[in-house]
């Protein structure tokens, strides 16, 4: 992970990832690598979005243990642009007490990301997540990992007022994919789930 400034930039609805040079970063300055970047030659005004505070928003990843090699994955890349996330198997070690542990790191998060499968609903470590998230009144944002019914059985209730964002891949879409590469969603579907993160700060 790089320790220079990264710059988030949305453009024609696809979120871009810059690394600044130098970290006394001006808006000028700014404005001619985006230009540079997407060939722009008009003049480009931009719109800065602070953050409540000076630290990085931090998420908490709710998933069904089956599925942990792709939430490592998606935890990889959150960070990789400054999104820090909470997840079980890195906070939790031998002697913790779970329940009390996963309260605190809910609290601690600005937002839960919950990555739905098909045993999601019948795991009752993820009801319970969810049910705290509701509770604590965090924002929840769902990610289809299989296709399956919507809201899933077993927390419909919990879940029928949200929008899901699908991050499975239909069969036409694998073939998109780099055969080498361990990505599973499209790169519109993780700027989708960024933007919606962003949302929150």
Request: with cysteine; net charge neutral.
């Amino acid at each position: 992970m790089t320790n220079k400034p990264v710059l988030l930039v949305e453009y024609n609805e696809t979120i871009h990832r810059i690394v600044a040079d130098n970290p006394f970063i001006i808006v000028r300055s700014v404005s001619e690598n985006i230009q540079q970047k997407f060939h722009i030659n008009h003049p480009i005004k931009l719109t800065l979005h602070n953050s409540r505070s000076s630290s990085p928003l931090f998420v908490f990843l709710s998933y069904e243990w089956s599925h942990q090699k792709h939430v490592l994955l998606l935890k990889q890349h959150l960070e990789s642009i400054g999104i820090d996330c909470w997840l079980d198997i890195e906070q939790l070690g031998g002697g913790t007490k779970l329940l009390r542990d996963i309260e605190f790191g809910m609290r601690a998060t600005d937002l839960v990301v919950c990555c739905i499968n098909r045993k999601y609903s019948s795991s009752e470590m993820c009801c319970r997540e969810v049910t705290l998230a509701v509770q604590l009144e965090k924002p929840i944002i769902p990610l289809l990992f299989e296709d399956i019914e919507w809201p899933p059985i077993g927390l419909s209730t919990a879940m029928a007022e949200y929008v899901y964002i699908r991050f499975y891949l239909k069969q036409n879409e694998k073939q998109n994919i780099v055969a080498t590469s361990e990505q599973f969603w499209l790169n519109n579907k993780f700027d989708e789930l960024v933007r919606q993160i962003y949302r929150f700060s």
